[in-house]
């Protein structure tokens, strides 16, 4: 049981002129943020995950916080709820963890900036082929905002960790989904002590302002790579991918690219609370 809370100021020594922040987005402001909390988290061991046959800590467990909090910006004091769930679990099927969050702030009664969060990530158990061993990976997540600040810094974009790696902020909206498969093999036997995980992840993304989401473009990745190990080098793995974007706005189409994504892209949630923080818009 976690009980907490933290105050934090916000103060910028130069801002944007009012044509460029007519909003005063970029203004001081002070937080007070409270956060009450139950947090239960445990890990199993397993291999053949994202390194070749390393022993990994899987965390598992659950946790429920409940998030109150006061903002003062521009002359205005602003009220703050938010809840934040998470569950994972490993089953007979494969490992399964998923996560809710929602907050809002909440001015004279009407709320503001808003944040809805959820997203699951699944890994199946080791498959065989022959001598070959096979991970299916699966990891969705949703966003979605309203009522938020009309600032550019206000806005959902595929550049942060739940993304398309390779787009840039300037495709942005109000909400978003994003769906990664990832198929990771792991290669039997070695190479002159070089052992091989190739891996192939297919990522889908949208995202939309005022329009439906779902009605909106669908953007892809697709990538190939490979783990290669040497325990008998100073840097005992490395990685090399390549990527193909079949269109990326304001920059083309059938776009390549090196080195743009690794096959722990696919992070695994953990079920710790950390300082209170508002719900993250990203």
């Known amino acids: 049981m976690i009980l907490a809370i933290t105050y934090n100021q916000k103060k910028y020594g130069l801002v944007p002129d009012e044509i460029l922040d007519p909003t005063n987005f970029f203004s001081n402001e002070k ?14 061991q397993d291999k053949f995950i994202f390194n070749f046959n390393i022993t990994e800590d899987i965390p598992y467990g659950e946790n429920i916080s409940l998030i109150i909090g006061q903002q003062q910006k521009n002359s205005t004091t602003r009220m703050y709820n938010g809840i934040n769930i998470s569950y994972g679990r490993k089953f007979l099927f494969g490992y399964a963890s998923g996560f809710a969050e929602w907050g809002s702030f909440y001015n ?20 065989y082929w022959g001598k070959w061993r096979f991970r299916q990976f699966v990891k969705p997540t949703y966003v979605w905002g309203n009522n938020r600040d009309d600032s550019f810094k206000d806005r959902l974009s595929f550049v942060d960790e739940e993304g398309l790696p390779g787009f840039d902020n300037r495709l942005n909206g109000i909400q978003k989904w994003t769906a990664s498969f ?44 490979a783990l290669i190990n040497n325990d008998f080098l100073v840097f005992n793995s490395f990685q090399i991918s390549f990527s193909y974007y079949p269109t990326i706005p304001f920059e083309g189409d059938d776009i390549s690219r090196f080195n743009s994504f690794e096959n722990n892209n696919l992070s695994l949630y953990d079920f710790q609370l950390a300082k209170p923080v508002y719900i993250r818009y990203n």
Do not use: D
């Open 108 to 127: 004279s009664g009407i709320t503001e900036q808003t944040t809805f969060k959820t997203g699951f990530n699944y890994f199946s158990p080791l498959l």
């Open 31 to 44: 937080n007070w943020i409270g956060m009450i909390g139950f947090s239960k988290q445990k890990f199993y």
């Open 182 to 225: 990832q198929t990771q093999s792991y290669i039997p036997g070695s190479w002159y002590g070089f052992r091989f995980s190739p891996y192939f992840n297919m990522t889908l993304g949208s995202i939309a302002n005022k329009k439906a989401l779902f009605s909106s473009k669908v953007y892809s990745k697709f990538s190939i790579g």
